[in-house]
């Protein structure tokens, strides 16, 4: 069993950025895919980025590429989302997911098994 903690999360002017990490226990993570979700109020939750086990591949969604970079430290046991240009429309909160074996950046949340409890970002205008 791998346990997920995400950190990181606070509120932030539009514009500014934010560091967000995940700290896993229980497994090294060297074998999973990690990826970071999304949910906005009110809205379903979304994928944001996915990361190898090397990271030496990764995957974003759309509303995030060229803003957002999703990193690994498999020594550290970590994940982590730096989040740049931040907008209102990010406000959400950030969970960390982790799939174990294929390596393949799955955008979808059945393909993820272990979740982290989330992280809120409120990004103001």
């Known amino acids: 069993q791998v346990q997920l903690v995400e950190s990181g999360g606070g509120l932030v002017q539009a514009g500014g950025s934010l560091r967000l990490s995940c700290a896993a226990s229980?497994?090294?993570?060297?074998?999973?895919?990690m990826a970071w979700f999304r949910q906005a109020p009110g809205k379903r939750r979304e994928f944001a980025a996915a990361?190898?086990?090397?990271?030496?591949?990764?995957r974003y969604a759309d509303s995030v590429k060229g803003r957002f970079t999703i990193s690994r430290d498999n020594a550290q046991n970590a994940v982590y989302l730096q989040m740049n240009s931040l907008k209102p429309e990010d406000t959400a909160l950030y969970y960390c997911a982790a799939r174990y074996g294929m390596e393949y950046l799955s955008l979808l949340e059945s393909d993820y098994g272990y979740w982290g409890q989330g992280t809120q970002t409120t990004v103001y205008s």
């Open positions: 990361i190898t086990w090397s990271g030496t591949s990764t």
């Open positions: 229980g497994r090294t993570i060297s074998r999973y895919v």
